[in-house]
């Protein structure tokens, strides 16, 4: 099996910034893609950031977009999510995903085999 460990999490004021990382671990497996998404109270998980991760690509949405970065270290495992410019609507617990069987569309859900238990992350105005 695989586990993906999300850390980084917390409570910071608007215009702040924080860094999420996320550890795979486990079994051997294909690494196609590694990502992040959210889930506010009430509202549909949706997609926050993907990193191909043998090509480097990189896809955000758009209300994120100039504002996070996401890169990986391929020695590691590890993926990690930088926060800059926050605002409470990106208050949600975020998810680590992990694509290890390959999907194209890197926006859906269902293109990961693998999630984490997520962190939270609030922004207070």
């Known amino acids: 099996q695989v586990q993906l460990v999300e850390s980084g999490g917390g409570l910071v004021q608007a215009g702040g910034s924080l860094r999420l990382s996320c550890a795979a671990s486990?079994?051997?497996?294909?690494?196609?893609?590694m990502g992040w998404f959210r889930q506010a109270p009430g509202m549909e998980r949706e997609f926050v950031s993907a990193v191909r991760w043998s090509a480097g690509t990189t896809y955000y949405a758009d209300s994120v977009k100039g504002r996070f970065t996401i890169s990986r270290d391929n020695t590691q495992n590890t993926v990690y999510l930088q926060m800059n410019s926050l605002k409470p609507e990106d208050t949600a617990v975020y998810y680590c995903v992990l694509d290890s069987s390959f999907h194209l569309n890197v926006v859906l859900p269902g293109s990961y085999d693998y999630w984490g238990r997520g962190t939270q992350v609030t922004v207070s105005s």
């Open positions: 486990g079994r051997t497996f294909s690494r196609f893609a």
